[in-house]
C-alpha cells in the first residue's frame, strides 16, 4: 500500500489514535476494518468506520464524487470491535468538526 504517512490524530477526549494516511485513490486490497477519516488537505471531510473500509470507499466512489471537495488523502485507523469503531467516530467527530456528514449514495 502506498502510505504517505504514519502519524496520530487526538480525539476530544484527548486520546491519540495511530492513524496511516494513504492517497485519496487508494484502493484497500484486504478486508480492512476500520475508522477511515476524508481530507481536504488539513481540513477534515468526512469521519466513517466499515467492517471493510475499501467496499464503502469504491461503492460510495469517494475519489470520484469528493474531488470537487478537495478530497487529498484518506486517514485510516485500524479497529476490528464495531463498538470501539462507533466509540472512535464520535471522539473524532467531536474533535475534528467534518464538513460531510454521509458519504452514501441512495
Keep these: 500500500m502506498r502510505r504517505l504517512e504514519s502519524t496520530t490524530i487526538d480525539g476530544a477526549s484527548g486520546t491519540a489514535y495511530d492513524m496511516n494516511r494513504y492517497p485519496a485513490d487508494m484502493r484497500f486490497n484486504d478486508f480492512i476494518a476500520a475508522v477511515y477519516i476524508l481530507f481536504a488537505d488539513d481540513k477534515v471531510l468526512h469521519v466513517g468506520h466499515s467492517d471493510n473500509i475499501d467496499f464503502v470507499l469504491q461503492k460510495n466512489k469517494v475519489a470520484e464524487s469528493l474531488a470537487g471537495d478537495g478530497l487529498s488523502s484518506i486517514g ?3 479497529m476490528g470491535s464495531p463498538g470501539r ?18 458519504i452514501t449514495q441512495d
Design 76 to 78: 485510516v485507523v485500524r
Design 85 to 102: 469503531r462507533e466509540q472512535i467516530v464520535a471522539d473524532l467527530s467531536e474533535a475534528l468538526s467534518p464538513s460531510i456528514d454521509s
